[in-house]
């Protein structure tokens, strides 16, 4: 199973995402990669930022060697699961689909915290707060292993 989160920037809500997913992967010994990414190429390259660093510190994962990259075509194809943080990033992804396959892989992330109601994890960089973020994000990832790894 590979997954990747994906949020504007790739450094702040999405970086969470992945170090929260790929911790419980470790954890559960899923065997699962994880992996994130942005929509925008504004960051590529750079580490998460240092709040987001903080925050999953906090909580006991490390996210400091992640790197920023953009979104590209190409996941559709590496990519068993793409799940985006907000709207906006969700129609992004699915404007490159390029089947109905590579549709059915994207989601809305807080989907699985609140089925059906396209929420939207706020982006901390402007409003929201860290650790709510991660919060939010750590509650939606453990529904969302519930729900696939049942179906493995």
Known sequence: ??????????????????????????????GWEVDSCGTSSWHVGEQPDERSIA??????????????????????????????????NFSNIKSLARSENDME??????????????????????TGGFQYVFDLVAEAIDKFIEEVHGRE
């Not at 199973?1 to 899923?30: F, T, W």
């Not at 953009?70 to 996941?75: C, E, I, R, S």
């Open 105 to 126: 892989k994207v989601s809305l992330l807080l989907n699985y915290s609140f089925p059906s109601e396209n929420r939207q994890v706020p982006d901390p960089y402007y």
């Open 55 to 88: 925050v999953a510190a906090e909580n006991g994962i490390d996210i400091s060697g992640q790197r920023a990259r953009q979104f590209t075509v190409a996941d559709f194809e590496v990519f068993d699961h793409i799940i985006a943080m907000d709207s906006s």
């Open 1 to 30: 199973m590979k997954v990747l989160m994906v949020c504007l920037g790739n450094i702040c809500r999405s970086p969470l995402a992945h170090g929260v997913l790929e911790e419980r992967v470790r954890d559960g010994n899923l």
